[in-house]
């Protein structure tokens, strides 16, 4: 099975790591104190890069991490903005994603801020597209949660940064999650 393990508990953390969708939402987004949970996890991601960039690790994300996560940004400002449930029934995403480009910016420059961080070039499209497959048939895992993993093995990123339930399942013995 695969080792995960929460920060706190991570002694040794490997020199290079990959941030899912998920901690780059956490860490970018601060929700208000009235949201324990959420506030939780953002002040995790907070303490968490505080650490990585203490210890000089390379954190690195994918240019999937950025479709995601621009997407999902753009339906949080419009649900805060309209109602919980507004994004889901909304027809015209483009446009609404137009409308709240320079929040995505200023997120955008919060998360290139972050010291060792790096926007990974990837390479072997074919053969990331191929693993991802196999990742989904061998662990129903859904498409990007699939192409996360190909695309960090594929970069021999040995830790990736997540509390995607999903990942935990991977049987990689040279793969470590972290979850925050």
């Not at 991601?45 to 999902?72: D, G, P, Q, Y």
Request: aromatic share 10%.
């Amino acid at each position: 099975m695969i080792s995960a393990y929460h920060f706190r508990q991570v002694q040794n953390i490997p020199k290079d790591v990959y941030l899912d969708t998920n901690f780059v939402f956490s860490f970018v987004v601060k929700p208000s104190k009235s949201k324990k949970d959420d506030y939780q996890l953002h002040r995790n991601a907070e303490r968490l890069i505080k650490r990585l960039v203490a210890k000089k690790i390379n954190i690195n994300i994918s240019l999937l991490v950025l479709n995601e996560i621009w997407f999902i940004l753009a339906g949080y400002f419009y649900d805060l903005a309209n109602g919980k449930g507004a994004w889901e029934s909304e027809a015209n995403k483009g446009s609404i994603c137009k409308k709240f480009s320079s929040k995505l910016k200023i997120a955008t420059e919060k998360l290139f801020k972050i010291p060792r961080l790096k926007l990974i070039p990837t390479k072997n499209h074919e053969k990331i597209a191929k693993d991802a497959l196999n990742n989904i048939k061998n662990y129903s895992l859904l498409p990007a949660d699939a192409l996360h993993i190909s695309i960090a093995q594929s970069e021999k990123i040995p830790c990736i940064i997540t509390n995607d339930k999903h990942f935990r399942q991977i049987h990689d013995p040279n793969l470590i999650i972290i979850t925050f």
